[in-house]
């Protein structure tokens, strides 16, 4: 069975995909940012060469901070998505990079198709974009899936930050002009088999099934848990965060939906299960 190297196998996304591969019979090493640092291509090498799947998890995520970070984004986001593509093109290693959202920007309120135009609104959303590029250039054998509003047990996401916050405040403000999936981040490694399977290269859009405002989400997970906080709904530009956020996040998903072997799971269905966890 061929072997799966996992990059930034600590995040939240990374400690999911390692446990479905490991669940789905694969050999795994699991690298978290200690072990293998994906802009140091000397251990990058080494990765590449010790197996037959590169999964890069791996990313600089702060995106507010990313405003005063330009460098340091740019370097994990694009030039080691870059690095990793050179090394594994030069030893015909297929690889899988995770991508996002915010690679676009004001985009009308129709979902997005892979084919859909990008104009990244925020430093976070350009190194991602620069990073798609950057492997695809490489020639290396690649798929890029790109994913939004992922939630999972190993990470900070917008559901534990709407526990959090409600659990110490009577009143919340929540945007209601960001539409998008909440998805699953188990959901997202289970949509990756098939890839690391068959091999299969190109670009792929990956949400769960349903759109919402984030104030929907938000209230949901508040009747869902019973919470006692009063949300109320609001406009990003209420909110003077450093990062500029698309506000359109519906992703048009037919194209994976040919090679998954689930239906994509609704979205209520899946916050629901989360929060009984
Ligand atoms: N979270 C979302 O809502 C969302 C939405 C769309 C797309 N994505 C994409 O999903 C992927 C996974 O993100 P996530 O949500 O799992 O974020 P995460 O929890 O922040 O995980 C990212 C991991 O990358 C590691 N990392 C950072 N710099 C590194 C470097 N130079 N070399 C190696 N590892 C490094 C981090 O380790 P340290 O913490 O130890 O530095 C962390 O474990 C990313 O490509 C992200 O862009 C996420």
Same mark, same amino acid.
């Given at each position: 069975?061929?072997?799966?190297?996992?990059?930034?196998?600590?995040?939240?996304?990374?400690?999911?995909?390692?446990?479905? @591969?490991?669940?789905?019979?694969?050999?795994?090493?699991?690298?978290?940012?200690?072990?293998?640092?994906?802009?140091?291509?000397?251990?990058?090498?080494?990765?590449?060469?010790?197996?037959?799947?590169?999964?890069? +998890?791996?990313?600089?995520?702060?995106?507010?901070?990313?405003?005063?970070?330009?460098?340091?984004?740019?370097?994990?986001?694009?030039?080691?998505?870059?690095?990793?593509? +050179?090394?594994?093109?030069?030893?015909?290693?297929?690889?899988?990079?995770?991508?996002?959202?915010?690679?676009?920007?004001?985009?009308?309120?129709?979902?997005?198709?892979?084919?859909?135009?990008?104009?990244?609104?925020?430093?976070?959303?350009?190194?991602?974009?620069?990073?798609?590029?950057? @492997?695809?250039?490489?020639? +290396?054998?690649?798929?890029?899936?790109?994913?939004?509003?992922?939630?999972?047990?190993?990470?900070?996401?917008?559901?534990?930050?709407?526990?959090?916050?409600?659990?110490? @405040?009577?009143?919340?403000?929540?945007?209601?002009?960001?539409?998008?999936?909440?998805?699953?981040?188990?959901?997202?490694?289970?949509?990756?088999?098939?890839?690391?399977?068959?091999?299969?290269?190109?670009?792929?859009?990956?949400?769960?099934?349903?759109?919402?405002?984030?104030?929907?989400?938000?209230?949901?997970?508040?009747?869902?848990?019973?919470?006692?906080?009063?949300?109320?709904?609001?406009?990003?530009?209420?909110?003077?965060?450093?990062?500029?956020?698309?506000?359109?996040?519906?992703?048009?998903?037919?194209?994976?939906?040919?090679?998954?072997?689930?239906?994509?799971?609704?979205?209520?269905?899946?916050?629901?299960?989360?929060?009984?966890?």
């Amino acid at each position: 069975m061929k072997s799966v190297a996992v990059l930034g196998a600590k995040g939240m996304l990374g400690c999911d995909v390692a446990a479905a @591969l490991k669940q789905a019979g694969y050999p795994v090493c699991s690298f978290d940012h200690c072990a293998v640092d994906i802009t140091d291509p000397v251990a990058v090498a080494e990765v590449v060469s010790g197996h037959d799947v590169v999964i890069n +998890c791996a990313a600089y995520t702060a995106v507010d901070q990313a405003e005063h970070q330009f460098d340091l984004c740019q370097r994990i986001n694009a030039v080691g998505a870059g690095i990793l593509g +050179c090394l594994a093109a030069i030893d015909n290693k297929y690889v899988i990079q995770i991508s996002t959202d915010f690679v676009f920007g004001e985009s009308g309120d129709v979902p997005l198709l892979e084919s859909s135009p990008v104009n990244p609104l925020n430093v976070y959303g350009r190194s991602k974009y620069l990073g798609e590029r950057m @492997l695809t250039q490489s020639g +290396c054998r690649c798929a890029i899936i790109r994913v939004a509003w992922t939630y999972g047990h190993h990470g900070a996401n917008f559901i534990s930050k709407i526990l959090e916050l409600a659990s110490r @405040l009577p009143e919340l403000k929540v945007v209601n002009d960001q539409i998008g999936t909440p998805t699953a981040t188990t959901n997202v490694a289970r949509a990756l088999l098939p890839f690391v399977e068959r091999e299969i290269t190109g670009l792929y859009h990956y949400t769960d099934r349903g759109y919402a405002s984030r104030y929907e989400v938000a209230c949901f997970i508040a009747a869902c848990k019973g919470l006692n906080v009063k949300i109320n709904p609001c406009l990003s530009s209420e909110f003077a965060a450093p990062a500029q956020r698309p506000l359109n996040s519906r992703f048009d998903c037919s194209k994976i939906d040919t090679v998954l072997d689930f239906e994509r799971p609704d979205w209520h269905d899946e916050v629901k299960r989360f929060l009984e966890k």
